[in-house]
């Protein structure tokens, strides 16, 4: 009784697994977009399903770097694929804000898998490099360099060679998955499977791991030309600069300053109370009489000016008067005196 209340408290490891492969499975032959709700919940229960038997394997220590790969119960090589389908379905998430978070998680589990499989020789392929790595290397630059040496024809070659492998892989798969999955399959046969379906997903992996280099640079690059254009419309954004005058002394900021005290100004309302007061507005006949106005106006001003240039000189001719009235002829003239 005891054992099935704990049967009911938490699935074993192998129900955690072939449920999380069965999701990832489903998620990958669906026909719906990746982004709708049916497929991103199966996204997330299976990333739920395998984190728990990630707990359970580091729990169970199932997997020890004393012992070699022929030590590993056959029944037990699949568990390492975990990290393999946790880095599958992180990538089927479609979140953008998060995308680059996402695409550096699928990435280590990615890296955590080949170390694995590296570790263990499950096949003969080259580790990426990772932060760690390339420290030892004493250069991060070191792959870089290395990768730049390298022939495109190599690197196709490569690629070509992979591509076989694959295909013979899963033809193998397939002739062996039946028995497997019926039970009728030896020791034999489900240990050659589970090496055969490991193999399978190191190529997957080192595809993965250059797809997210790939969109993690774009990614990257998108950002700082986007900062770069932020930084440069936050510029352009500034409010104008109010104009200004440069001047030499008091007198001319008085006149030209920024605070422009003595520069003419004028409202709508005062344009059209001039105008109105001058008969100039178009209710008024400006076709007829805006120039006599103006003319009228312009006289008024002319004999307004002379008529106070004539006070002005009746004024200084009365004070020479008065002058010349006090003060006798020869005043103020010493040079002659004897």
């Known amino acids: 009784m005891a054992a099935s209340e704990d049967g009911l408290q938490l699935p074993r490891l192998p129900e955690l697994f072939e449920s999380s492969k069965q999701l990832l499975e489903e998620v990958e032959v669906a026909n719906e977009p990746t982004g709708s709700g049916i497929i991103q919940d199966k996204v997330f229960k299976g990333l739920d399903l395998l984190e728990k038997a990630a707990e359970m394997l580091s729990q169970l220590n199932l997997f020890s770097r004393n012992e070699d790969l022929e030590e590993i119960a056959s029944m037990d090589l699949r568990y390492l694929m975990v990290p393999a389908f946790q880095g599958a379905l992180t990538m089927k998430q479609v979140n953008p804000s998060k995308r680059l978070d996402h695409l550096q998680q699928a990435r280590e589990h990615f890296i955590n898998y080949l170390t694995q499989c590296h570790y263990y020789h499950v096949a003969e392929f080259q580790l990426p490099q990772t932060k760690s790595n390339s420290a030892e290397n004493n250069t991060a630059s070191s792959s870089v360099a290395y990768a730049d040496l390298v022939p495109k024809a190599s690197q196709r070659l490569a690629k070509t060679e992979r591509y076989r492998q694959k295909k013979e892989v899963e033809h193998r798969l397939s002739t062996l998955k039946s028995a497997v999955e019926s039970g009728q399959a030896d020791d034999e046969q489900v240990r050659e499977f589970y090496l055969l379906d490991l193999r399978r997903w190191i190529g997957i992996s080192l595809e993965e791991i ?129």
Do not use: C
């Not at 774009?218 to 254009?229: G, P, T």
């Not at 104008?240 to 309302?269: E, N, Q």
């Not at 001039?274 to 178009?282: D, E, I, M, V």
């Not at 008024?284 to 002379?306: L, M, P, Y």
């Open 210 to 338: 250059e797809s997210i280099d790939q969109e993690i640079k774009i990614l990257r690059e998108r950002d700082s030309l986007r900062e770069a254009s932020t930084s440069h419309s936050s510029l352009q954004e500034r409010p104008p600069m109010k104009p200004f005058i440069l001047t030499r002394d008091k007198a001319h900021t008085k006149v030209f300053g920024a605070g422009y005290p003595s520069l003419a100004t004028m409202t709508v309302s005062d344009w059209y109370e001039q105008h109105r007061k001058y008969g100039a507005l178009p209710d008024q006949g400006i076709a007829k009489t805006t120039s006599v106005n103006f003319k009228r106006v312009a006289q008024q001003q002319e004999d307004e000016e002379k008529e106070k240039e004539d006070e002005k000189a009746h004024h200084r001719a009365q004070e020479w008067d008065d002058w010349k009235d006090t003060h006798p002829k020869g005043y103020g003239n010493r040079q002659n005196m004897g």
